[in-house]
């Protein structure tokens, strides 16, 4: 029997395998500094398990030189961007942040803001600042998201005032993601004293992913590193590349988020 060949006949559809559901699970941990203005210290973050939405703000320090308490500007900001989240559960993160800022419009104060969301199979995050994200896949580092600084420790900042949107347009980027990938968020806390060889060495420390147990251990390594007067830094390094002189590390609030992806749905309740 002949078969002909008819190049106007139906093709049978392709498998194409789906990429698997993912979820991610948190810790955090927070250190404020002793001589910030308010208990609270500076720093805040919201973590957003079912909508699969995390963020962290460091409030500007100079404004204690006004007597005002910058730390609550970034507590409301923070509290507002998880509110948004909640309200859009598949809004990217510069909508978050967006719609978080605008709501935030009558404290004074200033703040840098990372917001990140797992969407799909890729973080999605939004960053304004000098706080970020680092993401490590068989406990090796393999992505770093940007600082938006004007000049050495000068970094962009969110401030009240503005209502038609955000005053500086936030560095964003969508980085795919596979189940057991751990991603560490932190303000500069943590990132201006600690480097991610050293991240990937308390990584390799443990034997099994607790992102809870984690997140205590980058903060307390980013403590007592802050403290060093005579160690390199993340923070004395730049320092040095923009022609100061500088040793050891940088005394400030540290926020730490570890989250680790998973397979699996979220359930919603």
Same mark, same amino acid.
């Given at each position: 029997m002949n078969h002909s060949f008819n190049p106007f006949a139906a093709a049978a559809p392709i498998a194409v395998p789906s990429a698997p559901d &993912?979820?991610?699970g948190f810790g955090s941990f927070y250190i404020p500094k002793q001589n910030s203005l308010g208990p609270q210290g500076e720093d805040a973050h919201f973590i957003s398990t079912p909508d699969k939405v995390f963020g962290v703000a460091d409030g500007v320090g100079a404004? *204690?030189?006004?007597?005002?308490?910058?730390?609550?500007?970034?507590?409301?900001?923070?509290?507002?961007?998880?509110?948004?989240?909640?309200?859009?559960?598949?809004a990217d993160p510069k909508r978050i942040l967006t719609k978080g800022y605008m709501k935030t419009t009558r404290i004074l104060g200033s703040s +840098?803001?990372?917001?990140?969301? $797992?969407?799909?199979n890729a973080l999605k995050a939004a960053n304004i600042g000098d706080s970020g994200f680092m993401i490590f896949r068989k406990k090796k &580092?393999?992505?770093? @998201?940007?600082?938006q600084q004007h000049q050495f420790n000068c970094p962009f900042q969110l401030m009240a005032g503005f209502d038609?949107? $955000? !005053?500086?347009? !936030?560095?964003? /980027?969508?980085?795919?993601?596979?189940?057991?990938?751990?991603?560490?968020?932190? +303000? %500069?806390g943590l990132l201006d004293n600690v480097f991610a060889s050293e991240i990937e060495k308390v990584l390799k420390e443990e034997e099994r992913v607790d !992102?809870? =147990?984690?997140?205590?251990?980058?903060?307390?390594?980013?403590?007592?590193? @802050?403290?060093? =007067? /005579?160690? +390199? +830094? !993340?923070? @004395?390094?730049? *320092?040095?590349?923009?022609?100061?002189?500088c %040793?050891?590390?940088?005394?400030?609030?540290?926020t730490v988020i570890v989250g680790h992806v998973q397979e699996g749905k979220v359930k919603r309740f």
């Amino acid at each position: 029997m002949n078969h002909s060949f008819n190049p106007f006949a139906a093709a049978a559809p392709i498998a194409v395998p789906s990429a698997p559901d &993912l979820r991610i699970g948190f810790g955090s941990f927070y250190i404020p500094k002793q001589n910030s203005l308010g208990p609270q210290g500076e720093d805040a973050h919201f973590i957003s398990t079912p909508d699969k939405v995390f963020g962290v703000a460091d409030g500007v320090g100079a404004w *204690a030189e006004e007597g005002i308490d910058s730390g609550e500007y970034a507590r409301a900001l923070m509290a507002n961007c998880a509110a948004a989240a909640a309200a859009d559960v598949d809004a990217d993160p510069k909508r978050i942040l967006t719609k978080g800022y605008m709501k935030t419009t009558r404290i004074l104060g200033s703040s +840098t803001a990372c917001i990140i969301a $797992l969407r799909g199979n890729a973080l999605k995050a939004a960053n304004i600042g000098d706080s970020g994200f680092m993401i490590f896949r068989k406990k090796k &580092l393999v992505f770093v @998201s940007v600082s938006q600084q004007h000049q050495f420790n000068c970094p962009f900042q969110l401030m009240a005032g503005f209502d038609l949107g $955000l !005053p500086i347009q !936030p560095w964003e /980027c969508r980085v795919e993601v596979s189940a057991g990938d751990i991603v560490v968020v932190g +303000t %500069d806390g943590l990132l201006d004293n600690v480097f991610a060889s050293e991240i990937e060495k308390v990584l390799k420390e443990e034997e099994r992913v607790d !992102p809870g =147990k984690l997140a205590w251990r980058l903060a307390g390594l980013a403590l007592r590193n @802050s403290f060093d =007067k /005579c160690r +390199t +830094t !993340p923070f @004395s390094a730049a *320092a040095r590349r923009a022609g100061f002189s500088c %040793d050891g590390g940088k005394i400030d609030d540290i926020t730490v988020i570890v989250g680790h992806v998973q397979e699996g749905k979220v359930k919603r309740f």
